[in-house]
Nanobody
Framework: QVKLVESGGGLVQAGDSLILSCAASGATIGWYAMGWYRQAPGKQRDLVAIITGAGSTMYADSVKGRFTISRDIPKNMVYLRMNSLKPEDTAVYYC????????????????????WGQGTQVTVSS
């Protein structure tokens, strides 16, 4: 059983940067894909970024070039660096773990992520 705890959210102005952290306990993150998702009020939970077990990364089009996902396997931490923040980035951000250990494919539907943190609020003012 893995536990995920996000931190680093807050209130910032448009154009600012923020780094979110996700601390994982109970299982090494190096065996699994880890993802960041976000959910704005009244909207569905959407993918932001994924880092696979092999270390490859993928991003939603809306954050490409602005956000960077990374991990520190010895520390069992996942990070999301967010630059050039926009008001439309306002949401609760969730860290999640794919249930498939050692998965080497390229398909990462939200249904494959079965462990979630409690979320951290990011608010970007204009």
């Amino acid at each position: 059983q893995v536990k995920l705890v996000e931190s680093g959210g807050g209130l910032v102005q448009a154009g600012d940067s923020l780094i979110l952290s996700c601390a994982a306990s109970g299982a090494t993150i190096g065996w699994y894909a880890m993802g960041w998702y976000r959910q704005a009020p009244g909207k569905q939970r959407d993918l932001v970024a994924i880092i696979t077990g092999a270390g490859s990364t993928m991003y939603a089009d809306s954050v490409k070039g602005r956000f960077t996902i990374s991990r520190d396997i010895p520390k069992n931490m996942v990070y999301l660096r967010m630059n050039s923040l926009k008001p439309e980035d306002t949401a609760v951000y969730y860290c999640a773990r794919d249930r498939r250990r050692f998965y080497g494919g390229s398909d990462y539907p939200i249904e494959s992520f079965d462990s979630w943190g409690q979320g951290t609020q990011v608010t970007v003012s204009s």
